[in-house]
Nanobody, 124 residues
Framework: QLQASGGGLVQPGGSLRLSCAAS????????IGWFRQAPGKEREGVSC?????????YVVDSLKGRFTVSRDNAKNMVYLQMNSLKPEDTAVYYCATDLTPGSTCPPVHEYNYWGQGTLVTVSS
């Protein structure tokens, strides 16, 4: 099971760190993606970190410089650090994986294991 957490209400310009935790399996074997879905909009990809075999990271161009992804294997966690938040970042954020050991970041359609999301609201 995957579970995203760490969302909440934050003012514009603020920061949040989201966490993705797993139960029943070890996250570092797998690529973990972050996605978000804003009200009335389609889900979009945000970021991805490959399995620890590769270690590469990806952030969608529009969010580079504000969002970073990392993992802490000792804690079996993946994080999404979000800085300089804007109202348009308001969304439910999800983490997901393709459950393919040793994978690099897969195409969006290959993510087949999703956690419950966490709501991020950026508002003054």
């Amino acid at each position: 099971q995957l579970q995203a957490s760490g969302g909440g209400l934050v003012q514009p310009g603020g920061s949040l760190r989201l966490s993705c935790a797993a139960s029943g399996f070890t996250l570092d074997y797998y690529a973990i993606g972050w996605f978000r879905q804003a009200p009335g909009k389609e889900r979009e990809g945000v970021s991805c970190i490959s399995s620890s075999d590769d270690g590469s990271t990806y952030v969608v161009d529009s969010l580079k410089g504000r969002f970073t992804v990392s993992r802490d294997n000792a804690k079996n966690m993946v994080y999404l650090q979000m800085n300089s938040l804007k109202p348009e970042d308001t969304a439910v954020y999800y983490c997901a994986t393709d459950l393919t050991p040793g994978s690099t970041c897969p195409p969006v359609h290959e993510y087949n294991y999703w956690g419950q999301g966490t709501l991020v609201t950026v508002s003054s």
